[in-house]
């Protein structure tokens, strides 16, 4: 395999997708979609988020210093994409059909059709040009009960919930076909 270099990029590493959840300053619930998230260890696991750009949900995070990261699936996704490409500081974006639950440990919403979801208490923050990273607690993990089954095989249990990856603006199924561009699954939502 010869290789080349290439101007910096990310483009062809497939991010795992999140949605994180807020609370607005009036309690109720706000979501946002982000793939830049993985863990670190610091005498225990945590969870590391990344977030550029100015943002309801990073001004939410910043005050409150919690919220959740909901991993997305196939079902998932067009709700995923719609809050990720609609401004969360448009005041009807939450006028949308979505169940939520609460958190089980932080005052955080948590989407009730997520295989897995982490509550989150920010312990540091570092502020970048243009955007923040986020060094998390992880203060309680939610998960479909399914995904306990220690009789089923790991790659059963990826069959069950079918996690959706992101790769240059274009969403891909758990079996690497394709699921839409940044923007298109949405449109399901818009519909209903």
Same mark, same amino acid.
């Given at each position: 395999?010869?290789?080349?270099?290439?101007?910096?990029?990310?483009?062809?590493?497939?991010?795992?997708?999140?949605?994180?959840?807020?609370?607005?300053?009036?309690?109720?619930?706000?979501?946002?979609?982000?793939?830049?998230?993985?863990?670190?260890?610091?005498?225990?696991?945590?969870?590391?988020?990344?977030?550029?750009?100015?943002?309801?949900?990073?001004?939410?995070?910043?005050?409150? @210093?919690?919220?959740? /990261?909901?991993?997305?699936?196939?079902?998932?996704?067009?709700?995923?994409?719609?809050?990720?490409?609609?401004?969360?500081?448009?005041?009807?974006?939450?006028?949308?059909?979505?169940?939520?639950?609460?958190?089980?440990?932080?005052?955080?919403?948590?989407?009730?059709?997520?295989?897995? /979801?982490?509550?989150?208490?920010?312990?540091?923050?570092?502020?970048?040009?243009?955007?923040?990273?986020?060094?998390?607690?992880?203060?309680?993990?939610?998960?479909?009960? @399914?995904?306990?089954?220690?009789?089923?095989?790991?790659?059963? @249990?990826?069959?069950?919930? @079918?996690?959706?990856?992101?790769?240059?603006?274009?969403?891909?199924?758990?079996?690497?076909?394709?699921?839409?561009?940044?923007?298109?699954?949405?449109? /399901?939502?818009?519909?209903?």
């Amino acid at each position: 395999m010869m290789k080349t270099s290439i101007p910096i990029s990310n483009h062809f590493c497939p991010q795992t997708l999140f949605v994180y959840g807020t609370r607005k300053e009036d309690g109720s619930p706000n979501f946002g979609l982000f793939c830049w998230f993985s863990y670190y260890f610091d005498g225990e696991m945590g969870a590391m988020a990344s977030i550029g750009g100015d943002k309801l949900t990073r001004d939410r995070i910043k005050a409150t @210093r919690i919220f959740s /990261a909901n991993l997305v699936t196939e079902e998932l996704l067009p709700l995923a994409d719609y809050f990720g490409n609609t401004g969360g500081y448009a005041g009807d974006k939450m006028d949308v059909s979505v169940e939520i639950e609460q958190g089980r440990v932080l005052d955080v919403p948590i989407l009730v059709k997520s295989p897995w /979801a982490f509550e989150l208490e920010v312990d540091r923050s570092m502020e970048l040009d243009g955007g923040e990273v986020f060094l998390c607690k992880i203060r309680n993990t939610l998960v479909d009960e @399914r995904l306990r089954d220690e009789a089923l095989t790991e790659e059963q @249990r990826m069959n069950l919930i @079918r996690p959706v990856h992101s790769v240059r603006q274009t969403y891909f199924k758990w079996d690497g076909t394709l699921a839409g561009p940044w923007g298109g699954p949405m449109k /399901a939502v818009r519909e209903k």
